[in-house]
């Protein structure tokens, strides 16, 4: 089981405090650093403010030399492909290929009013576009133009540079509970299929539809990650679990039953549910990005468990 540390830093952080948060994932080994794609707040003030995916991403790959680094999702309303596509390849340059790019339609109106950024009514099919393009970008041989007419966006005799250090490209990560759509864009285009705080039940349902599209487009099952985020708040004893519960203005018994919340012997149990239904990655999303120890915890306490 690989674990990896997901943050949200839109509820407020710094780059300091993300550069400490890598640092320590890092050190105490897990796999990756990945952060969520936001420009505004959900509950609380959001100080000191958000700060860019793509920009913090390109920091850290200077920063750390062997975690893997990306996003939970980059939204596709924010960037246009073209740009998206040039971002990545070159932050995938800066970290000597770690860089893995997780992008999904993009759905919180209110930071796009706030942002003064458009929020299109059809945003699927832009998504669909955008993975057309970005790794169309990509695959283009070297000296060779990329064209592309689509409904929403056209490209014309684009010399697809840079290329990532990654061959062919970056993993493209995909994930949601779109019962058809979904799992037909994670069969024509993912690497990583991941299914976001959701209980075992629906992760095994979403599993068995993205398996079905992967059949339906010519490809194994083993050829896709299939892996979960969840609210991760593990503690020595109920007290220490209370404490972080409370931190993040959360209550232990909801967490117990919608994250990885408890004992590390009862998050390795709960963990190994998921892995049950096929889960091989696990994203710990860590909401105090002040509490290393809980990172400390994780590392010394649960990782060792699952191998």
Request: proline letters at 6%; aromatic letters at 8%.
């Amino acid at each position: 089981m690989d674990l990896r540390i997901f943050t949200e830093p839109q509820q407020g952080a710094t780059y300091d405090t993300l550069l400490s948060v890598a640092k320590a994932t890092e050190d105490l080994g897990f796999g990756a650093f990945f952060r969520s794609d936001h420009y505004l707040h959900m509950g609380g003030d959001g100080l000191p403010g958000p700060t860019d995916a793509w920009i913090t991403l390109a920091g850290l790959a200077r920063e750390t030399k062997r975690i893997r680094l990306g996003t939970l999702m980059t939204a596709a309303t924010f960037r246009l492909p073209g740009v998206l596509a040039i971002q990545v390849a070159q932050v995938d340059a800066m970290s000597g290929g770690r860089v893995e790019l997780g992008i999904g339609a993009g759905w919180f109106e209110k930071e796009h009013t706030a942002y003064g950024i458009p929020f299109p009514r059809e945003k699927f099919g832009r998504l669909e576009e955008q993975l057309e393009i970005v790794t169309g970008l990509w695959d283009t041989p070297v000296g060779a133009d990329f064209r592309y007419e689509g409904r929403y966006y056209s490209l014309a005799d684009s010399p697809a540079l840079p290329k990532p250090a990654q061959r062919p490209h970056p993993p493209i990560l995909v994930g949601g509970l779109g019962a058809k759509r979904t799992p037909a864009l994670a069969a024509r285009f993912a690497d990583e299929f991941n299914v976001p705080f959701s209980s075992v039940e629906t992760s095994a349902r979403q599993f068995g539809r993205v398996r079905e599209a992967l059949v339906e487009h010519g490809r194994k099952a083993e050829d896709l990650v299939l892996s979960n985020a969840l609210v991760a708040c593990v503690g020595r004893d109920d007290a220490e679990v209370s404490r972080r519960a409370a931190a993040i203005g959360r209550e232990p018994a909801e967490l117990k039953e919608n994250g990885l919340a408890g004992s590390p012997a009862e998050v390795v149990d709960r963990i190994g549910r998921f892995a049950e239904v096929g889960s091989t990655r696990i994203y710990f999303q860590i909401l105090d990005l002040h509490d290393l120890d809980h990172l400390e915890l994780i590392a010394s306490q649960v990782m060792p468990q699952l191998g």
